[in-house]
């Protein structure tokens, strides 16, 4: 493998750095080594409940010390999309606080009610109630379109699969026969773009690394960037064969393939 042209590294969070409030192994070392090297990096995760504030402060409880430039999450994108195209428009949120926080750190104003809002913000809602699903669902039913931070289903959590935005979405459009206008997380351009961006380079010198086919190697494959599957979160490898979305590398974990990519070349698949 040629180490001598510069990449950089577009690495997921959920299943890739961590499972819940679990470090995965060698997850800190990678990231120690990135930084020691100097090789630029880049947190993208679909978590819209999370403002970056708080997903850099679970990854400092966690050891890992990153400033605030290296985290982009879906509500991230969210948020930029909105207050680049629909700055004055009024919002309500179907989601964790770390939504709102991430919506108003980018200058965007929450509406006072349900039906004053222009758009209806979904994303995930751990604690939410039935008070919550009413209140999205009139601003929806009074006209707001609906931005989602992303659709997965389920995400891996510390006992198993928990449901993720999809559920929070489903409740909404069922009742409202209303669509999901946008979706911003992966595999959408949009996250694709503001990884590259951040990372100032072509996509043929970035690696995507992540747990999920559908996510993290169909943005790889969509913005022409090699991926690494790494089998620490949601897939398994025999998933790996019947996907439209193969990865270039597969690895047990984030760090085996950092690891073998910089000093043994081996420690991981590679499928080149
Ligand atoms: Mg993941």
């Known amino acids: 493998m040629n180490n001598k042209q510069e990449v950089g590294f ?32 880049v947190f993208l995760s679909n978590r819209g409940n999370y403002s970056r504030t708080m997903c850099q402060a679970k990854l400092k409880a966690l050891g890992i010390e990153v400033s605030i430039d290296h ?29 709102a926080e991430e ?5 965007l104003q ?34 707001a379109r609906i931005i989602a931070t992303n659709q997965d289903r389920s995400f891996p959590g510390e006992d198993g699969d928990c449901i993720d935005v999809a559920g929070m979405i489903g409740a909404i459009t069922a009742t409202t026969n209303k669509n999901v206008d946008f979706v911003a997380g992966k595999p959408s351009s949009m996250m694709a773009e503001a990884a590259l961006l951040q990372l100032g380079l072509p ?51 984030v760090w085996s393939f950092i690891q073998g990519y910089y000093t043994t070349g081996v420690g991981h698949i590679d499928r080149t």
Request: proline share 4%; with cysteine.
């Open 110 to 143: 929450l509406a006072e009610e349900p039906e004053l809002a222009d758009w209806l913000v979904i994303t995930l809602h751990e604690h939410v109630t039935y008070h919550d699903l009413n209140q999205a669902f009139r601003a929806a039913r009074a006209g």
């Open 203 to 253: 996509p043929e010198q970035c690696i995507v690394i992540g747990d999920s086919l559908k996510s993290d190697i169909q943005l790889a494959q969509k913005a022409n960037m090699k991926s690494v599957l790494v089998l620490s979160g949601s897939t398994m490898e025999k998933q790996v064969q019947a996907s439209p979305w193969q990865p270039t590398w597969i690895a047990p974990h």
């Open 71 to 99: 985290i982009i999450l879906s509500s991230t994108v969210t948020a930029r999309f909105l207050s680049t195209y629909y700055k004055h428009h009024l919002l309500w949120t179907l989601g964790d606080r770390g939504l």
């Open 10 to 41: 577009i690495i997921d969070l959920d299943g890739t750095i961590y499972a819940g409030n679990e470090l995965i192994a060698g997850a800190r070392e990678t990231v120690e080594l990135l930084q020691a090297k100097q090789i630029p990096f």
């Open 103 to 107: 919506l108003q750190a980018h200058g």
